[in-house]
């Protein structure tokens, strides 16, 4: 199986929750704003993909975002 998951958040819905950074901090860190953006290239390794649903899942805004490439 050769699919890959990405996450994304969307910088315009982001309000800076940081639930997504409690949940997966492997996934996601804060910039000086408290606002969440993806580490690296936001692939998602198999071992994180759960907790990377789950982030997806608790954040308020709606702002992160799982594509598949
Ligand atoms: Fe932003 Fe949602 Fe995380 S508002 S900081 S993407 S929980």
Excluded: M, Y
């Amino acid at each position: 199986e050769s699919r890959v998951l990405i996450v994304k958040i969307d910088p315009e819905k982001c309000q800076g929750h940081a639930r997504c950074h409690a949940l997966a901090t492997e996934l996601f860190e804060l910039d000086e704003f408290g606002n969440a953006r993806v580490r690296g290239s936001g692939q998602i390794p198999p071992t994180l993909e759960d907790r990377a649903w789950i982030a997806r899942a608790n954040c308020p805004e709606l702002a992160v975002e799982i594509v598949e490439q």
